[in-house]
Structures are given as C-alpha cells and as structure tokens.
C-alpha cells in the first residue's frame, strides 16, 4: 500500500532449479507528489495602480489561443521555468504548489520567500534571486487594456524587461533588453482576498 511519494527497490530472487538456473531481478518504483491544485483564486490586474504593499500575485503569459503558463517556483541558473496552468471559465487561476506566489513589497519588490527577483544581466538575459534587493529589484508597471503588464527593472542593468520566451518547449520567464526579438508580456494575476477591491 502506498502511503506517500517517495522510491524504494523492489527484488526478485529466484534460487534455481532443475529446469532453470538461479536469477533476480530488481526495479526502482518512484512515487511522485501529485501536482494538487490550490483552493486560492487569483484574477487579472489590470491597473497597477490597484497593486498594494502585501499583494499576493503570480504572473503568467496567455496566448491568442488561452493557453497560459505561469512563472515557476524553479530557479533556474539564469531564469525562471514557466509552468502550464488553466484559465477557469471565470477568467481566474487556481495555481498548483509548483506555482510562484510572489508578495508584492513597497512599488515594487518582487518577494519569492528566499529573496527578490532581479533583473540581473547587462550582456545576457538573466532573471535571477537576490537575498536583499537593490535598484535592479525594483520594478516600473504598466498594464494595457488587455491586461499585458511591461515590468521593467529599475537600476543599471540593461537586460531589464521582464517577458516570456517559449524557449524551444521549455518555457520560461527572464529579462531582455528592450529591443530584443522576445516581446511576450507577463500578465500580473492577484490573490482574491476579503480586501481585494
């Protein structure tokens, strides 16, 4: 009986007889978390000025089609990876546990629980976590009327408009330089509250 994710071995030995000669056999069984979507909604900003100290957001791209893909809680070296997730017919999502909730601090710091998001490149496309946050965590908003949000890092580093790349299947979220052929915006989707207005 499973009771929760984990691996063991399983071996079969078989010690021979007349007919055959002695044998095993062995097999790793993984068992996986299931990927258990949250009870917390989250719907579009489309204003940010509406955006507070305390927002809990996600951000996430959305296509002509409705597909979406929503920034991870995977670091990657250089970036974040980008998972699936599903617009409900109400137009909010309900992230799964691999999703990035991020809580907004002050105009605007992008808190990920282990540090801030940064724009953190002049000559390559970085997106990285910083510890305690500097100008290059610090981000300008602007959203349009339908709903795609241009976040740039303030500071000295050049690469840093936050957009969306498809990567070749393997999708993800960093910074590039204004001009770069990668123009997919993110979308900014907050935390339904009691004191969200």
């Keep these: 009986r499973l009771v929760a ?4 071995t399983i071996k079969a030995v078989f010690a021979g007889d007349d007919a055959y ?3 095993e056999a062995s097999y ?4 996986k978390e299931k990927e258990v979507a949250g009870t917390d909604k989250f719907e579009l900003v489309t204003d940010a000025s509406k955006l507070a100290n305390g927002d809990v957001i996600i951000l996430a791209y959305v296509n002509e089609e409705g597909d979406a893909w929503a920034m991870s809680t995977t670091q990657n070296a250089n970036n974040r990876a980008a998972n699936p997730v ?3 017919e109400d137009g909010t999502i309900i992230p799964g546990s691999t999703i990035q909730q991020i809580t907004v601090e002050e ?3 992008f808190n990920v629980g282990d540090g801030y998001l940064y724009a953190a490149g002049t000559t390559g496309n970085w997106l990285r976590t910083e510890a305690e946050p500097d100008d290059n965590a610090l981000a300008d908003i602007t959203i349009d009327e339908n709903g795609d949000a241009t976040i740039v890092f303030q500071g000295a ?3 840093n408009h936050m957009r969306f790349n498809t990567n070749n299947g393997n ?4 910074c590039y330089a204004d001009n770069s052929s990668v123009k997919t915006l993110p979308r900014i989707y907050r935390k339904i509250t009691g004191d969200t207005p």
């Design 28 to 31: 790793l069984l993984v068992v």
């Design 86 to 88: 599903e617009i409900e």
């Design 171 to 174: 999708p993800m979220f960093s």
């Design 157 to 159: 580093n050049t690469r």
């Design 5 to 8: 994710a984990g691996q063991t």
């Design 107 to 109: 105009e605007y710091y």
């Design 21 to 23: 000669e002695p044998g």
